[in-house]
């Protein structure tokens, strides 16, 4: 018996002494401890970036943590071309809050950015971009700010995103540019529908990115796909309000890189603007976009479910009696079905200069007002299969 009970005993200061290695291996950095107040009024800016700073310096995998409660931010850049650290943990258990005044940080383009990092993860919490004075001012046509993104990354790898919150962001909630792999899970974004320029995510110039089990509440784009996005999958996602889903704006620029390998399935639009949408300036590009899936797709009371904008050319500014010289080829709409706010379900209005060629309509199914709705094609090419509501107008 006394054999078993030492057994026991050894078994128990082993298993005691490698849970306390492997804590004192992971650096933890308290925000606190950096000076940090959770009363929603001290800048905490310095704090966070002493924080960072240590964390950058340390040799072992760290955590920075910012416990419950309120913390004011200003503009602040977390640089990672000095960081040593390839594994940083960022855990958000309060709010971080944006200045009350939109003119802080209104002309900064960033209000929290990372930039060169490498394997930072951001975990939990909430971002509250205190947007709407802003929101104000724009739609009362003064002269404002641009307004700041609340959560950028640039240039930066091996990036996850779990669980966090953005609400109420001066302009785009959160952007991933110029990265590789990047896993956004978990992610609720909250905007009104009328506040402008409020994308919830925004992807360009970044391949291997996944977005999954997300909400996107906004007033423009759930999510917006720019030039030089592949490989971009997007699954079991909700939107609404919103603009929906769009590959673009694209061609803005002559010399433009194109966008291919994209996924979007398991997705509900509930009364947005867009369903998935590719939009392309009308004006001279070398881009394309090719290479994309729609599959398992529910509309509920879209004003355009699906469609394909060639043409788009507001207020008739910037592309005057021009054509988009975008190619687009190679979309699959599959398994899509659900309620049109307007007749036309399906539009594909496809450039002049290069017609869409290869979409592919299989088992769609949309009604407007519990009638068949209709189909509009300009310039597009492609085939269709099973059932096909309305009925397709693609040229063979």
Known sequence: MSGALNFLLALHFLLTFFHCSSLAAMAKYNVQNFGAKPNGKTDSTKSFLSAWASACASAQPATIYVP???????????????????????RIDGTLVAPSNYNVIGNSGNWIKFERVTGVSVIGGTLDGQGAKLWACKNSSKNCPK??????????NNIIINGLSSINSQKFHILVYGCQNAKLVGIKVSAPGNSPNTDGLHVQKSTRVTIMNSKFGTGDDCVSIGPGTSNLWIENVACGPGH???????????QEPGVQNVTVKSATFTGTQNGVRVKTWARPSNGFVKYILFQHLVMVNVKNPIIIDQNYC????????QVSGVKISD?????IH???ATKIAMKFDCSKKYPCNGITLKDVNLIYKNEPAQSSCINAYGKSSSLVRPNSCLYN
């Open 68 to 90: 419950p409660g309120r913390y004011l931010l200003g503009a602040a850049t977390f640089a990672g071309q000095s960081c040593k650290n390839p594994a940083i943990t960022i």
């Open 147 to 156: 307004g700041a993104k609340t959560l950028s990354f640039y240039n930066s």
């Open 244 to 254: 929906g889903i769009s590959i673009g704006s694209l061609a803005w620029e002559l």
């Open 314 to 321: 507001p207020h008739h500014k910037n592309c005057p009696d």
């Open 331 to 335: 979309i699959t709409y599959q398994d």
């Open 338 to 340: 659900g309620s049109s």
